[in-house]
């Protein structure tokens, strides 16, 4: 699914005249001929198209992520894949009055790079890991990994968002990270460490233990890793669910 096959952004179109839109082999921008709905939708549908066009040439996912219905946002994932930065934190608790961020992974086109507290998790290489993605990926990231980091660096991360434990819920698919990865067959090499082990052993490296803050980099790492397998299964099923046409663009 392409931002190109999307005319819900469109006021006044909902998903009815969207799935009638591709049922009738209109499932993509360059295919609309205006036929099949009234004038006033026509025209809007037609402005839009142009408008779009033009933010979509010049990579303006915010024009988007406004644009898009919140539980249609997926859509824009794969126009933006290449500038996707997905990401994840390790904290000593859940409050960020209280609590410390210890490490962050960030994963985009292939290369991860984790900050470890203590020695480059600063404000200024969290900003630098951020600035040039077009679109974040998350899991519960909205409610935790953003805010989390903008108390603790002083920081408004503020750029389309896709907090993928919405659209898993989309797909009826519940609970933490790790069981949903289990439920979609993703794998990985540490599957009982959780989150509680995290903070044991960010204290583990505090007391002196260098293979712990190993341990731990790795766990907050696939935790990361894991989030492009994920989204590429959730963005795959979700267009099973709502393009579900033979003539596919």
């Known amino acids: 699914m392409r931002i190109e096959n999307s005319f819900i952004p469109v006021h006044g179109v909902g998903e009815a005249t969207e799935r009638r839109l591709w049922a009738e082999g209109i ?15 026509e025209r809007r549908i037609r402005e839009f198209i142009a408008t779009a066009r033009d933010r979509l040439d010049a990579g303006d996912a915010a024009f988007f992520d406004d644009a898009f219905p919140s539980s249609s946002r997926w859509r824009l994932y794969e126009n933006f894949r290449n500038a996707t930065c997905f990401f994840d934190i390790e904290t000593t608790g859940l409050d960020a009055r209280h609590s410390d961020v210890t490490t962050v992974s960030f994963h985009r086109a ?23 993605a077009s679109l974040l990926v998350t899991f519960n990231g909205k409610r935790f990994d953003v805010p989390f980091l903008e108390r603790s660096f002083d920081l408004d991360i503020d750029r389309p968002h896709i907090d993928l434990m919405y659209p898993c819920r989309q ?3 519940t609970g933490g990270l790790k069981p949903i990865e289990r439920a979609v067959g993703i794998e990985r090499d540490r599957p009982e460490l959780s989150g509680r082990d995290a903070v044991r052993l960010w204290h583990q490296y505090e007391r002196g233990d260098d293979r712990a803050l190993s341990t731990l980099v790795s766990y907050n790492r696939a935790d ?20 579900a046409t033979d003539d596919e663009a």
Request: aromatic share 4%; proline share 0%; hydrophobic share 40%.
């Open 110 to 132: 292939g290369e991860t790079t984790t900050l470890v507290r203590g020695e480059d998790l600063t404000r200024t290489a969290v900003e630098e890991q951020l600035a040039d």
């Open 171 to 173: 797909l009826g698919l």
């Open 27 to 41: 499932t993509h921008w360059d295919a609309f001929d205006g036929s099949s709905v009234g004038a006033t939708t």
């Open 224 to 243: 990361t890793v894991n989030l492009e397998s994920l989204m590429d299964v959730v963005t795959g099923r979700l267009h099973d669910e709502v393009f």
